[in-house]
């Protein structure tokens, strides 16, 4: 481990260079992972949420306000 800490301190614009790659993968597939499956299920619930209100009738402004409206709290 001190061998390639010697390594980096001595060679940063090289080690920048192979660790740049390495890191552009993990948040490529963080990215994509976020994009794919977690933003469209975000939306499609604020979606259904404004749906909801719209044919109850009810105003949506409550339901900014409380972003969890169909959990019942005590």
Same mark, same amino acid.
């Given at each position: 481990?001190?061998?390639?800490?010697?390594?980096?301190i !001595?060679?940063?614009?090289?080690?920048?260079?192979?660790?740049?790659?390495?890191?552009?993968?993990?948040?490529?597939?963080?990215?994509?992972?976020l994009?794919?499956? +977690?933003?469209?299920? +975000?939306?499609?619930?604020?979606?259904?949420? +404004?749906?909801?209100?719209?044919?109850?009738?009810k !105003?949506?402004?409550?339901?900014?306000?409380?972003?969890?409206?169909?959990?019942?709290?005590?």
């Amino acid at each position: 481990m001190q061998s390639i800490r010697t390594f980096m301190i !001595n060679y940063p614009l090289l080690s920048i260079g192979i660790l740049f790659p390495i890191c552009l993968l993990i948040i490529t597939g963080i990215m994509t992972i976020l994009l794919k499956f +977690v933003l469209p299920v +975000v939306l499609a619930f604020w979606l259904s949420s +404004v749906i909801y209100s719209t044919i109850i009738g009810k !105003n949506t402004a409550e339901y900014y306000s409380k972003p969890f409206w169909f959990i019942r709290y005590r």
